[in-house]
């Protein structure tokens, strides 16, 4: 099975930014489409930046513009850059595979606050 370990999360002001890291194991990882993913207290977890399986990338509305999803093949290293941090993006983010989520790493905790 594939395991993920998400890094890069934090205590950030409003308008900063953070760049978010997951390392992935096992040789698949090019074959792979992957998201990001992030889950705020007493809400599901929401995908909000993805990979399509032909290289392309999806925003959710609320982070287009401002989140920038990458990644290394060679590093099995996906990333995600988030600038003009707001409150409402305060989560556990998670990476994983897309369209079908494997089991779940441990996330990172992003908190955007004042």
């Known amino acids: 099975q594939a395991h993920f370990v998400e890094s890069g999360g934090g205590l950030v002001q409003p308008g900063g930014s953070l760049r978010l890291s997951c390392a992935a194991s096992?040789?698949?990882?090019?074959?792979?489409?992957f998201g990001w993913y992030r889950q705020a207290p007493g809400s599901q977890r929401e995908l909000v930046a993805g990979f399509t399986r032909a290289g392309g990338t999806n925003y959710a509305d609320s982070v287009k513009g401002r989140f920038t999803i990458s990644r290394d093949n060679t590093k099995k290293t996906l990333y995600l850059q988030m600038n003009s941090l707001k409150p409402g993006d305060t989560a556990v983010y998670y990476c994983n595979t897309l369209p079908s989520p494997g089991p779940w790493g441990q996330g990172t905790q992003v908190t955007v606050s004042s």
């Open positions: 096992g040789s698949w990882f090019s074959l792979y489409a």
